[in-house]
C-alpha cells in the first residue's frame, strides 16, 4: 500500500468508519434529525449542525489548496462557521450531501496524487501536502468527537 493510499484510507475512515478511536462522522450524524442536530445544549457552543458546515468548509479549502488554489489564510468567519438558518428536513439533507459530495472530491483528488507529491509544499504555506492531508483527518476526528458528546447530552434530555 502507498502512503497516498494510507491517507486515503484514514480520510475515508474519519467519515464512514470504522475509526479506532469511536464513531467516525457519519455514524454519528447518520441517525440525527434536523431538530436535534441545530439544538444548542450549551450556551456559546456549537450544535451539531454547525460542526458539520465548518468540517465540510474545511474539506473543501483543503481540495482546493491541494489543487493549487490560494485560499485565504484567514477564512471569514462566516465561511469557517457557517450560521444554520434553515433548521428543516432538506436543508440537513442537503448539509450531509454536502459533506460526502465535498469528502469525495476530497478523496478523489488525493488519490491522484503519487506519494512523491505528498512532499510537495501546498502553493502559498509552508506546508506539505502529507500535513494538510493529516491535518483534515485530524480535524474532522477532532470536531466528530464534539458532535459525540452534543449528540449524547442532547439524548440523555
Given at each position: 500500500?502507498?502512503?497516498?493510499?494510507?491517507?486515503?484510507?484514514?480520510?475515508?475512515?474519519?467519515?464512514?468508519?470504522?475509526?479506532?478511536?469511536?464513531?467516525?462522522?457519519?455514524?454519528?450524524?447518520?441517525?440525527?434529525?434536523?431538530?436535534?442536530?441545530?439544538?444548542?445544549?450549551?450556551?456559546?457552543?456549537?450544535?451539531?449542525?454547525?460542526?458539520?458546515?465548518h468540517v465540510t468548509e474545511w474539506i473543501?479549502?483543503?481540495?482546493?489548496?491541494?489543487?493549487?488554489?490560494?485560499?485565504?489564510?484567514?477564512?471569514?468567519?462566516?465561511?469557517?462557521?457557517?450560521?444554520?438558518?434553515?433548521?428543516?428536513?432538506?436543508?440537513?439533507?442537503?448539509?450531509?450531501?454536502?459533506?460526502?459530495?465535498?469528502?469525495?472530491?476530497?478523496?478523489?483528488?488525493?488519490?491522484?496524487?503519487?506519494?512523491?507529491?505528498?512532499?510537495?509544499?501546498?502553493?502559498?504555506?509552508?506546508?506539505?501536502?502529507?500535513?494538510?492531508?493529516?491535518?483534515?483527518?485530524?480535524?474532522?476526528l477532532y470536531h466528530a468527537g464534539q458532535?459525540?458528546?452534543?449528540?449524547?447530552?442532547?439524548?440523555?434530555?
Amino acid at each position: 500500500m502507498t502512503e497516498t493510499e494510507r491517507i486515503v484510507d484514514q480520510l475515508q475512515r474519519s467519515l464512514d468508519g470504522p475509526a479506532w478511536h469511536g464513531p467516525s462522522l457519519n455514524e454519528i450524524l447518520s441517525d440525527l434529525d434536523p431538530a436535534l442536530a441545530a439544538a444548542r445544549p450549551l450556551e456559546g457552543v456549537h450544535t451539531i449542525w454547525e460542526l458539520l458546515l465548518h468540517v465540510t468548509e474545511w474539506i473543501r479549502i483543503g481540495r482546493r489548496r491541494i489543487d493549487g488554489e490560494l485560499t485565504p489564510e484567514d477564512i471569514p468567519i462566516e465561511q469557517n462557521w457557517p450560521v444554520v438558518e434553515d433548521a428543516s428536513p432538506e436543508a440537513w439533507k442537503l448539509a450531509l450531501d454536502t459533506l460526502r459530495t465535498e469528502h469525495n472530491l476530497l478523496i478523489s483528488h488525493c488519490s491522484r496524487l503519487t506519494d512523491a507529491e505528498l512532499s510537495d509544499i501546498v502553493p502559498g504555506r509552508e506546508y506539505t501536502n502529507y500535513f494538510l492531508l493529516h491535518g483534515v483527518v485530524q480535524h474532522n476526528l477532532y470536531h466528530a468527537g464534539q458532535m459525540a458528546l452534543l449528540k449524547s447530552s442532547l439524548l440523555k434530555r
